[in-house]
């Protein structure tokens, strides 16, 4: 193989195993039970490639996520090879995972009731935002990097793009900002299960499959990062991608 067919570096990317011992749910096609084989087959592909990280992009449904799987903190930054990589927590304002009476619960249920009055697609109670302070700091984090001479892939649970009802609450906010900026190159994301694509800008968002969806199919993907383009090796129900930048 030559040189220029190696690429810079690779990891992997796995979206929504939600692994419970429980009865499948049919009418929704999720085997919440089968997910441990399924993580199990993706580990053991995994282990044998040479991966610069692993990245589960939720659902992870823990009390205290952050501590409990050693995350500097709900959202971060880290650097692989010259790439930024930025970690959201698209939880972080919703209707559910801020404690009762928190402020970011309360904003939660004004904009879901705002985003329910104007008949938005994405009005649901199983999505989020970002709080103003998260926004800031992404914004911050982009820019740094660009400073730097960083790409930047942004990785979250939630998508932002194509438009869908499984969309953040403030998605047009945040594609804005990623495509206003030429060095983030992708947004890789799950919680929308069947899976999507599309572009803005120089910004390529991806919709990772949901493991737990089949009874018996798998979802998950290598990504080789090339100096001129991502490869998204799907296996499974994943899809294989080009992505040039």
Avoid at 87 to 116: C, I, Q, W, Y
Avoid at 155 to 173: F, I, L, Q, R, S
Wanted: glycine content about 8%.
């Amino acid at each position: 193989m030559s040189s220029s067919a190696l690429p810079l570096f690779r990891f992997g990317i796995i979206a929504d195993p939600q692994y419970a011992a429980v009865p499948p749910h049919a009418t929704m096609d999720r085997y919440y039970a089968n997910s441990l084989a399924k993580l199990a087959e993706a580990i053991e592909v995994f282990n044998g490639e040479e991966l610069s990280f692993v990245m589960t992009l939720g659902d992870v449904i823990v009390s205290e996520v952050a501590a409990r799987l050693g995350m500097p903190s709900p959202y971060y930054s880290f650097h692989r090879h010259g790439w930024r990589f930025i970690v959201l927590d698209g939880n972080e304002v919703s209707t559910f995972a801020p404690p009762e009476e928190h402020p970011h619960r309360v904003l939660a249920a004004k904009m879901l009731a705002e985003l329910r009055a104007r008949g938005e697609r994405n009005a649901h109670p199983w999505n989020g935002a970002l709080s103003d302070e998260q926004f800031a700091w992404l914004g911050d984090e982009i820019a740094s990097a660009a400073a730097a001479g960083e790409k930047v892939i942004v990785m979250n649970h939630y998508p932002v793009y194509p438009a869908g009802e499984h969309d953040m609450w403030d998605c047009d906010h945040i594609v804005a900002l990623l495509a206003a900026h030429d060095n983030v190159v992708a947004y890789l994301n799950g919680h929308n299960h069947a899976g999507n694509y599309g572009k803005v800008g120089a910004c390529h968002f991806v919709n990772f499959k949901g493991v737990v969806d089949t009874e018996s199919e798998n979802a998950f993907a290598i990504v080789d990062v090339h100096p001129d383009r991502i490869e998204i090796r799907g296996f499974g129900r994943e899809e294989s991608r080009t992505l040039a930048y």
